[in-house]
């Protein structure tokens, strides 16, 4: 680790095959807690390559616990975080909108590290019990449109860096990887990145796989569509701007969409929006970023699967779909 660390230091870059064995050996407890921060400190401070993000993914990928939901059509929905913006929940309930329109979702979650509310968090006070048992999760997404990957239970490797992220309390490199690591190994992915360098990165690691996707980084700073500005969103088809008027809707001011201070009122949020007592701008934003992910599986376009994510909000489908998976946490 001394060797990488100074190579690091140095704003040298280390191979794909460097990148993986650090993340093997951190999981076998090779090195010092002192050494992993160290390690996730000098990430903070320089630009990661393709090289190294590929190396740390297909690491984690190997180490991961799979669970094989290839029955199903699923696309996971997911930011990276790290963005700063502190907004509610989005992702999770544009996930949940998704699953009432009826498009399979495996999301991968997990608690806040660098925000104060992660979908894990919201989720477990709302009462959902994490699985990773397959047969539960097939069961779910068969019934409730969805399933719930919480990552500390399918990535077991990564018990040793939890803490240490934790105390942190910053983005590090992990917030990179989250997205890319789903255990069900979706053939449909739309992933919220926190800078344009990222979503260069991302795009080029995509393009070399078999993944349908949709890569957007706001242009305001958001990992996710925020509507208070225009996004950058690159597929396997085409690189493009996203204009909120495009969906007919005006641009929104950053405080209409901020989230609870607590992970009650957090939820309160949530429940909120699927009771059909969000704001205008609370569900636009949501039916905005559901609509792309209904978009990207349906090859529809973006305005149809906007039109399908409302229906799915005011019809109280995407509520349906969440009291389902409730049942199963039970």
């Given at each position: 680790?001394?060797?990488?660390?100074n190579?690091?230091?140095?704003?040298?870059k280390?191979?794909?095959?460097?990148?993986?064995?650090?993340?093997?050996?951190?999981?076998?407890?090779?090195?010092?807690?002192s050494?992993?921060?160290?390690?996730?400190?000098?990430?903070?401070?320089?630009?990661?390559?393709?090289?190294e993000?590929?190396?740390?993914?297909?690491?984690?990928?190997?180490?991961?616990?799979?669970?094989?939901?290839?029955?199903?059509?699923?696309?996971?929905?997911?930011?990276?975080?790290?963005?700063?913006?502190d907004?509610?929940?989005?992702?999770?309930?544009s996930?949940?909108?998704?699953?009432?329109?009826?498009?399979?979702?495996?999301?991968?979650?997990?608690?806040?590290?660098?925000?104060?509310?992660g979908?894990?968090?919201?989720?477990e006070?709302?009462?959902?019990?994490f699985?990773n048992?397959?047969?539960?999760l097939?069961?779910?997404?068969?019934?409730?449109?969805?399933?719930?990957?919480?990552?500390?239970?399918?990535?077991?490797?990564?018990?040793?860096?939890?803490p240490?992220?934790?105390?942190?309390?910053?983005?590090?490199?992990?917030n990179?990887?989250g997205?890319?690591?789903?255990?069900?190994?979706?053939?449909?992915?739309?992933?919220?990145?926190f800078?344009?360098?990222?979503g260069?990165?991302?795009?080029?690691?995509?393009?070399n796989?078999?993944?349908?996707?949709?890569?957007?980084?706001d242009l305001?700073?958001y990992?996710?569509?925020?509507?208070t500005?225009?996004?950058k969103?690159?597929?396997?088809?085409?690189?493009k701007?996203?204009?909120?008027?495009?969906?007919?809707?005006?641009?929104?001011?950053?405080?209409l969409?901020?989230?609870g201070?607590?992970?009650?009122?957090?939820?309160?949020i949530?429940m909120n929006?699927?009771?059909?007592?969000?704001?205008?701008?609370?569900?636009?934003?949501?039916c905005?970023n559901?609509?792309?992910?209904?978009?990207?599986?349906?090859?529809?376009?973006?305005?149809?699967?906007?039109?399908?994510?409302q229906?799915?909000?005011?019809?109280?489908?995407?509520?349906?779909?969440?009291?389902?998976?409730?049942e199963?946490s039970k």
């Open positions: 680790m001394k060797n990488i660390l190579r690091l230091i140095n704003q040298e280390i191979s794909k095959k460097e990148a993986k064995n650090v993340l093997v050996n951190i999981s076998e407890g090779k090195y010092n807690n050494q992993i921060a160290s390690f996730l400190t000098v990430y903070m401070m320089r630009t990661i390559s393709v090289e993000l590929d190396g740390f993914r297909e690491a984690l990928l190997d180490l991961c616990l799979p669970v094989d939901l290839s029955d199903f059509n699923t696309i996971d929905l997911c930011g990276t975080g790290g963005d700063g913006k907004t509610f929940n989005i992702s999770t309930l996930s949940f909108v998704t699953a009432g329109a009826g498009v399979k979702v495996s999301k991968h979650g997990n608690y806040g590290v660098s925000s104060s509310c979908s894990s968090n919201v989720l006070f709302l009462g959902v019990k699985t048992d397959e047969d539960l097939k069961k779910s997404i068969d019934q409730a449109g969805i399933c719930i990957l919480h990552a500390p239970l399918f990535h077991p490797a990564m018990k040793n860096v939890a240490i992220r934790r105390e942190l309390g910053v983005k590090t490199f992990f990179m990887l997205p890319m690591v789903n255990p069900s190994f979706p053939k449909n992915q739309m992933v919220g990145v800078s344009l360098e990222l260069r990165i991302y795009n080029y690691i995509y393009e796989t078999d993944k349908n996707y949709a890569i957007l980084y305001a700073g990992d996710e569509i925020s509507l500005g225009n996004t969103i690159a597929t396997n088809k085409e690189d701007v996203f204009y909120p008027a495009d969906l007919g809707l005006q641009k929104l001011k950053p405080e969409i901020k989230g201070l607590t992970v009650k009122d957090s939820a309160g949530f929006i699927l009771n059909g007592k969000g704001t205008e701008a609370q569900n636009n934003v949501v905005a559901a609509g792309l992910a209904i978009a990207t599986v349906n090859g529809i376009s973006h305005q149809e699967g906007f039109a399908l994510a229906q799915s909000l005011k019809d109280k489908k995407a509520l349906k779909a969440l009291k389902k998976l409730l199963f």
